[in-house]
């Protein structure tokens, strides 16, 4: 099989440890899905057996690289004999990125209120008729308070809650 020139987004799976050459290393690659979203969470992952023989990329997997670690690779890939065993990719360039920021989930807001926690848009259970507008209520700590029926009783239901539980709780 030919080789075939590749750039990917990943995270290094373990300590990369050195080749069997001098100046030499290797790693493997779990692929940062473009598509996350759209795949299913029980997907496998996809993994790159990794090796380098340029000084500069083997010094710094070696020496700063650490597993968890997004980083870019580009080089070429071979396929191979095993269809078990994980694709082999010869890295030219490696460049450490950034960690992608952390997904919101659909759209869900915390707000503080003193020591009280509201969720503005979380998904509610539709079992049960709060209305469209209502926001949920914690302490600070987790107990459930109530819904407010719109944003603008949560003052109204905080006051409630601290006059029948005291305001200690």
């Not at 496998?44 to 083997?58: G, K, L, N, R, Y």
């Not at 509201?118 to 998904?123: E, H, L």
């Not at 209520?137 to 006051?159: C, K, M, R, Y």
Request: with cysteine.
């Amino acid at each position: 099989m030919n080789p075939t020139h590749l750039a990917v987004d990943g995270y290094v799976e373990a300590i990369p440890t050195p080749g069997t050459d001098q100046g030499t290393a290797t790693f493997e690659l779990i692929l940062f899905p473009s598509n996350a979203d759209d795949m299913a969470p029980d997907a496998p992952d996809t993994v790159f057996a990794c090796s380098t023989a340029d000084p500069a990329i083997t010094d710094m997997l070696l020496t700063e690289v650490q597993p968890g670690d997004l980083v870019r690779v580009c080089g070429t890939v071979d396929q191979p004999e095993a269809s078990d065993a994980p694709a082999r990719l010869t890295v030219c360039t490696l460049e450490v990125l950034p960690a992608p920021p952390v997904p919101v989930l659909h759209d869900m807001v915390l707000d503080r209120y003193g020591k009280y926690v509201v969720v503005f848009n979380a998904d509610t259970d539709t079992d049960i008729d709060i209305g469209a507008d209502a926001v949920p209520v914690f302490t600070a700590t987790g107990e459930w308070v109530g819904h407010a029926a719109s944003p603008d009783a949560i003052e109204v239901l905080i006051d409630i809650h601290e006059r029948v539980h005291g305001s200690g709780s």
